[in-house]
């Protein structure tokens, strides 16, 4: 019940046998930062800086950008987390001033990080506002849709850039800020053992890893039997992403929906996920369950499920094992 799940609004996510885990939270602008905190949030695992852009009447100067992400990085202080993802637009998010050309399809189409390789200028510009703001608080900045190295030496070498301008400029900003990408293209998690060499975090996108994985589109009714994290395919593809950053001491987040899925999260501590980002409303749930479990039992778990031949009966098996979640 709800008076029992708020005793763990201040504690620190933990398993029952001490293994710590992080539970940070989904946000699209400051308000979200508020009450993501007020809800128990450790940080922030995904900050969806599209909205910001989809907020304006034109592209949003550097000035507003830095001003947005200070305030959420101020949000957390000097210590909490704050991923900031940058710009994710295309897909199902439209900016109606860039008059973007239709495509047949939007989601295999020009987004994302592809958008923002082919406009330096608009990318540019985010990176010096997130940099800026990198000096009022504990920011990282995360990639989406990063789909091969080329495209993550690109972007990383245009941050580079905009480093080097602050650097003339005299402007101050983390020079050890931590830079990730999102893993929600099915090649970057059979290549995370490569691409996890030049970031220091990974955060998987199961929203897209799965859509792009089971080739079902994510807001199409008509397959979502297919869109379901669960899958042993997904689970495998996970355990792939988690083992290559875990074997380059890089820690790995989760910031799709089935971070904060009850009966995933036994699996994801099996498998050694180190962040889970969520919904504010799952937090206090999540955390209770969390402390409820045993890790080297949540293991042997995940070795079984993955094993399994569909996702249906891996729900079953978690839900007879972790009485908690039912
Ligand atoms: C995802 O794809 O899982 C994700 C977190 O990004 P978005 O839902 O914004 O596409
Ligand atoms: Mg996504």
Redesign the pocket.
């Known amino acids: 019940c709800m008076q029992e799940l708020k005793k763990f609004h201040d504690q620190p996510s933990v398993t029952a046998d001490g293994h710590l885990l992080e539970i940070v939270s989904n946000v699209g602008n400051p308000q979200d930062a508020y009450a993501a905190k007020r809800s128990g949030a450790e940080g922030i695992g995904?900050y969806?800086t599209e909205f910001l852009y989809m907020g304006c009447e034109s592209l949003p100067s550097e000035e507003v950008q830095f001003d947005a992400y200070k305030v959420v990085a101020e949000i957390f202080g000097s210590t909490a987390p704050v991923v900031i993802r940058t710009l994710?637009i295309g897909g199902d998010k439209e900016l109606p001033y860039m008059d973007l050309p239709k495509e047949a399809n939007p989601f295999l189409g020009y987004r994302a990080i592809r958008l923002c390789l082919d406009r330096k200028d608009i990318f540019k510009t985010q990176l010096r506002a997130i940099l800026r703001a990198s000096a009022f608080g504990n920011i990282k900045l995360m990639y989406?849709m990063i789909a091969t190295m080329q495209e993550l030496r690109e972007a990383n070498s245009i941050l580079a850039e905009a480093k080097q301008e602050l650097d003339k400029e005299n402007i101050p900003y983390n020079r050890e800020m931590e830079v990730g990408m999102?893993i929600?293209v099915p090649s970057a998690a059979l290549i995370a053992d490569i691409l996890i060499q030049e970031v220091d975090f990974f955060s998987i996108?199961?929203?897209?890893?799965v859509q792009y994985t089971m080739a079902a589109d994510r807001m199409n009714e008509r397959v979502s039997y297919l869109s379901e994290p669960l899958n042993p395919a997904i689970l495998r593809l996970i355990r792939n992403v988690i083992h290559a950053a875990h074997q380059h001491g890089k820690w790995v987040g989760m910031?799709?929906e089935m971070a904060g899925n009850l009966t995933a999260i036994p699996i994801l501590v099996g498998l050694g996920l180190d962040e889970f980002s969520m919904s504010t409303g799952s937090i206090l749930s999540a955390r209770a369950l969390m402390s409820k479990l045993n890790r080297a039992e949540m293991q042997a778990l995940a070795e079984e499920a993955l094993n399994m031949t569909s996702a249906e009966e891996i729900k079953q098996y978690v839900n007879n094992k972790v009485p908690a979640v039912a």
């Not at 996108?205 to 890893?209: P, R």
């Open positions: 995904l969806r994710d989406p999102m929600e996108g199961t929203n897209d890893l910031c799709g």
